[in-house]
């Protein structure tokens, strides 16, 4: 068997770099489902951190093997965007609480919503990123309206107040209960179920709350992708370092979430630190271009990131310190 294809470049690594990944992203969804998960369960704090804790692990060795076969600045880059992604990814956790919430949604099946959640996301982020790899290499100036456009975003973070979303009042939920027949209540695991129409009496298809919740934890993330993916482009173009880093951190959210969203009113203090974090990548391109080099320095790059985040989060957890949820 001629394995030559193997070898192919595509989007600047070869396929078998990107089969590589593929495969154990498969891996460890099949772990978590098929050995970890196989029946419905509450997920626990505790279980929700050691998860958690393997899948950053997992996710900071690939980052150790990316620095040993592609180098320290491809290092570099991906612990930048892995870091940036991962913090990112709390203001999901609070936007996927309030879904979870409204719906109503059992602690029993939120892991089955977030499962199929992540799949959603991975072949969602391989579009927006292949798509922004693309137009970066066409159009190099795509670049500066990234940087010009995290900048923006941050300061509006930083000047405006947030505002709990009204999820009744969610243009897509509204369009859904419009355009489908909706449940009232949930039917156990299913995202869809058969029942007599009220009105006419016949059979038909219904959609349930659990499918509603994952349509919204689904575009919620592509909101999200609106900033993360731009942010990881302004640390590196290479397509094989933005894609991995961001599925790396995101495979981790869904067992991260069950421990975070028992204490996410800890990190009330955390999105100044999130803005400033997405002002200093849009700024530090054009910084690099006054400086007249052609990167920002990766390792200077990650350090500032780190310390900005950490400098949040330690503010965070003492500012609340004693706070009761809700």
Excluded: C
């Amino acid at each position: 068997m001629d394995f030559a294809f193997l070898f192919i470049d595509w989007l600047g690594k070869p396929v078998w770099m990107w089969a590589g990944f593929i495969g154990i992203v498969i891996a460890l969804l099949t772990f978590d489902l098929g050995v970890l998960h196989k029946e419905n369960k509450e997920i626990e704090v505790g279980e929700s951190i050691k998860l958690s804790a393997l899948y950053i692990s997992l996710g900071l060795a690939f980052g150790g093997w990316v620095w040993w076969y592609l180098g320290a600045e491809s290092g570099l880059a991906y612990m930048t965007g892995f870091v940036v992604e991962k913090t990112l990814a709390l203001d999901n956790v609070f936007v996927i609480a309030l879904i979870f919430s409204f719906f109503a949604v059992p602690r029993l099946y939120q892991h089955r919503v977030l499962f199929w959640g992540i799949l959603g996301v991975i072949v969602l982020r391989a579009i927006m990123i292949g798509v922004g790899a693309t137009l970066v290499a066409e159009f190099s100036w795509l670049l500066y309206v990234f940087a010009a456009f995290l900048v923006f975003t941050g300061v509006k973070m930083l000047v405006m107040k947030d505002a709990e979303p009204d999820i009744a009042k969610n243009p897509l939920v509204l369009w859904m209960r419009r355009r489908f027949n909706v449940t009232e209540t949930h039917h156990g695991e299913h995202f869809f179920v058969r029942q007599p129409n009220p009105v006419t009496g016949k059979m038909a298809l219904f959609v349930t709350p659990l499918f509603m919740s994952l349509v919204l934890i689904e575009v919620a993330d592509v909101i999200f992708a609106v900033d993360s993916v731009p942010a990881i482009f302004a640390i590196t173009t290479d397509p094989f370092i933005v894609y991995t880093s961001n599925i790396f951190a995101i495979l981790g959210l869904r067992a991260l979430y069950f421990a975070l969203a028992a204490m996410i009113h800890r990190f009330k203090y955390l999105k100044p630190a999130l803005a400033v974090v997405l002002i200093f990548i849009g700024s530090k391109v054009f910084l690099a271009d006054l400086l007249g080099l052609e990167k920002f320095p990766a390792a200077l790059s990650l350090g500032i990131t780190f310390a900005i985040i950490a400098s949040g989060v330690v503010w965070s957890l003492a500012k609340t310190r004693g706070a009761k949820a809700g």
